[in-house]
T-cell receptor
Framework: TQLLEQSPQFLSIQEGENLTVYCNSS?????LQWYRQEPGEGPVLLVT?????EVKKLKRLTFQFGDARKDSSLHITAAQPGDTGLYLC?????????????FGDGTTLTVKP | EPEVTQTPSHQVTQMGQEVILRCVPI?????FYWYRQILGQKVEFLVS????????KSEIFDDQFSVERPDGSNFTLKIRSTKLEDSAMYFC????????????FGPGTRLTVL
């Protein structure tokens, strides 16, 4: 069974601060996705990382996939109140798992103005 | 921008009743999925579907659950005899190919079993 652990579970920071959220597993994933989920809504895909060591940037968000494809991080620079939400990582297995995603527990981010 | 849609947004049912949750995947997508999220818990995979058959299912997806693509646009999840513990958000997702890296999720159906 593939498991993904996210840390921290909760994060509350002031506007303008930087933060990093981690997603770790003992399993290798063919790809890893980061989603953002608002209350009562479905996860919205932010980014997919596929190659070990890959770094992707989405405005103030920087995503990195570990070299061994077992872990990932999401770094937000100069956080804004609009960044408040639940951030989920999910791992995909292209070959053996028919594309299903295994989700982490999520990190609830609160950015205070 | 194309999106996955789900109906109803909220379904309330009595224990033991059958419910059908409906999804319209993105039109050129070929792989379809159902996930559920119990309140306060993680999103859990239920089933994946391709070429009119189940590709993979989880332990949660027991004989009470079934999926169907009755026509070219809809993808349904049926729960034959609902239990209290089936109360959750149910998310449909679709992808253009086999990889999870292209999965797009619908807004979900909140199922409440009384």
């Amino acid at each position: 069974t593939q498991l993904l652990e996210q840390s921290p579970q909760f994060l509350s920071i002031q506007e303008g601060e930087n933060l990093t959220v981690y997603c770790n597993s003992s399993s290798v994933f063919s790809s890893l996705q980061w989603y953002r989920q608002e209350p009562g809504e479905g996860p919205v895909l932010l980014v997919t990382v596929v190659t070990g060591g890959e770094v992707k940037k989405l405005k103030r968000l920087t995503f990195q996939f570990g070299d061994a494809r077992k872990d990932s991080s999401l770094h937000i620079t100069a956080a804004q109140p609009g960044d408040t939400g639940l951030y989920l990582c999910a791992g995909g297995g292209r070959v053996t798992n028919a594309g299903k995603s295994t989700f982490g527990d999520g990190t609830t981010l609160t950015v205070k103005p | 921008e194309p999106e996955v849609t789900q109906t109803p947004s909220h379904q309330v049912t009595q224990m033991g009743q059958e419910v059908i949750l409906r999804c319209v995947p993105i039109s050129n997508h070929l792989y379809f999925y159902w996930y559920r999220q119990i309140l306060g818990q993680k999103v859990e995979f239920l089933v994946s579907f391709y070429n009119n058959e189940i590709s993979e299912k989880s332990e949660i997806f027991d004989d009470q659950f079934s999926v169907e693509r009755p026509d070219g646009s809809n993808f349904t999840l049926k729960i034959r005899s609902t239990k209290l513990e089936d109360s959750a958000m149910y998310f449909c997702a679709s992808s253009v190919d086999r990889g999870a890296d292209t999965q797009y999720f619908g807004p979900g159906t909140r199922l409440t079993v009384l």
